[in-house]
Nanobody
Framework: QVQLVESGGGLVQAGGSLRLSCAASGSIFGLNAMGWYRQAPGKQRELVAEITSVGRTNYQDSVKGRFTISRDNAKNAVSLQMDSLKPEDTAVYYC??????????WGQGTQVTVSS
């Protein structure tokens, strides 16, 4: 069974930085896209950033230029560097991976709170 373990959330002041990390454990074959989603209270879960198996990236417009997604294929891991954080970035952030032999796999979520 594949599990995603996230780390790196927390409380930070506006303008600060955080780095989220996520690693997959278990037998993994066919790991394709990796990404980060977030869900704020009362809102739907939304895509923040994703990266394909060949390194192509896609960002939500509101985070372009501030967030950077990267992956380590050898470690089955994905990270999200978040700079110039804003209060509106406050949400629970979820790691996501698409594994060809399994489908969608989600992390448990990590809270990011940005104070003004």
């Amino acid at each position: 069974q594949v599990q995603l373990v996230e780390s790196g959330g927390g409380l930070v002041q506006a303008g600060g930085s955080l780095r989220l990390s996520c690693a997959a454990s278990g037998s993994i074959f066919g790991l394709n896209a990796m990404g980060w989603y977030r869900q704020a209270p009362g809102k739907q879960r939304e895509l923040v950033a994703e990266i394909t198996s060949v390194g192509r990236t896609n960002y939500q417009d509101s985070v372009k230029g501030r967030f950077t997604i990267s992956r380590d294929n050898a470690k089955n891991a994905v990270s999200l560097q978040m700079d110039s954080l804003k209060p509106e970035d406050t949400a629970v952030y979820y790691c996501h991976m698409w594994i060809a032999t399994i489908g969608h796999v989600w992390g448990q979520g990590t809270q990011v709170t940005v104070s003004s």
